[in-house]
């Protein structure tokens, strides 16, 4: 059974920092890019960053461009994503996706691209 399970979400001021975690089990890791998106009330899914766990490539949407790291530790089957500076603008829900179409990464703000999807976890930062 494939899973996508986020944790690490949760309240912060803004100005500071969290750390996403997507534990990724049921499929082979390595032949797979996660994906971060976010959903804040009222607006639609926004794609927020991937990495390729085949080779490390990683991409960012520009409002988070030196603010977010995303990073992958393929011996865990996990992709983290570490939030710096945060605002409140910030405030969503985050889902972590994976998706098998690597030739196709160029498009990875779709989320139609994604295969699985996890639940979500909250992130709320107050201003």
């Known amino acids: 059974e494939v899973q996508l399970v986020e944790s690490g979400g949760g309240l912060v001021q803004a100005g500071g920092s969290l750390r996403l975690s997507c534990a990724a089990s049921?499929?082979?890791?390595?032949?797979?890019?996660i994906g971060w998106f976010r959903q804040a009330p009222g607006k639609e899914r926004e794609g927020v960053s991937c990495i390729s766990s085949s080779d490390g490539s990683t991409y960012y949407v520009d409002s988070v461009k030196g603010r977010f790291i995303i990073s992958s530790d393929n011996a865990k089957n996990t992709v983290y994503l570490q939030m710096n500076s945060l605002k409140p603008e910030d405030t969503a829900v985050y889902y972590c996706?994976?998706?098998?179409?690597?030739?196709?990464?160029?498009?990875?703000?779709?989320?139609?691209?994604?295969?699985?999807w996890g639940q979500g976890t909250q992130v709320t930062v107050s201003s």
């Open positions: 049921g499929f082979t890791f390595d032949d797979y890019a």
């Open positions: 996706a994976a998706t098998s179409n690597l030739l196709l990464l160029r498009l990875w703000v779709f989320s139609s691209l994604y295969d699985y």
